[in-house]
């Protein structure tokens, strides 16, 4: 539209979205552990997902939100709808947790759900695929950003509790861990920045 000639050079910017070398805990038991969004934004649109998710209630599962930063007045709105819909299956997020102990949680997740309507949480679905997890995206963007490196990602319109099968939770490791390495990121950024400065 603008007729700008500059060169597309993809990256994917910084290193929260690196692969982490980290192993999933094996579960011990039955119950689903959800993730739901990464923030209390407004383009979360977590009353769209709680929605989707009331219908699975009944079920041994345990929907966790992570709501510490954001907008607060829609956090309280959030967790309020959480609760009426889901009970005692709600668990929102309103405390920060250090780095290694976020870590710890996301490994015990099995779901994540993020129905963002803009690009939005790479760092947290970089490492939910890096940990062979189900992730569920909204249709934007990022969902061509993956479906380009063939990553086995889902449509939130499709949601069920199936977790990945070993094939394809070995799939979008092996394609994670090869994407978005250290050396791939300093190859793309020497690329933009020593390029530039010759």
């Known amino acids: 539209m ?9 990256c994917f910017g910084y290193p929260s979205n690196l692969y982490k070398e980290l192993q999933s805990t094996p579960k011990n038991d039955k119950t689903i552990f959800i993730q739901l969004g990464n923030s209390a934004d407004p383009s979360n649109q977590h009353s769209e997902a709680l ?34 819909l889901l009970g005692d299956k709600f668990f929102p997020i309103v405390e920060h947790m250090p780095y290694e102990e976020y870590m710890r949680f996301l ?12 690009q939005q ?7 939910l695929l890096g940990m062979g ?33 070993q094939d394809e939770k070995e799939h979008n490791i092996a394609i994670i861990k090869a994407r978005y390495s250290s050396e791939k990121l300093q190859k793309c950024l020497n690329t933009i920045f020593l390029k530039q400065a010759e």
């Open 133 to 165: 997890k189900k992730v569920y995206l909204n249709k934007t963007t990022i969902w061509d950003y993956f479906a380009q490196d063939e990553i086995k990602v889902f449509s939130l319109a499709d949601f069920d509790l199936h977790l990945l099968e």
């Open 121 to 127: 949480a790479m760092g947290n679905i970089v490492t």
């Open 107 to 118: 490994e015990k997740i099995d779901i994540a759900i993020f129905n963002h309507n803009r």
């Open 51 to 84: 929605q989707i998710l009331q219908v699975y209630k009944e079920e041994d599962i345990k929907i966790f939100v992570p709501l510490t930063y954001g907008n607060k007045e829609y956090a309280q709105g959030v967790i309020a709808e959480g609760y009426r």
């Open 2 to 10: 603008y007729g700008a000639k500059g060169r597309n050079i993809p």
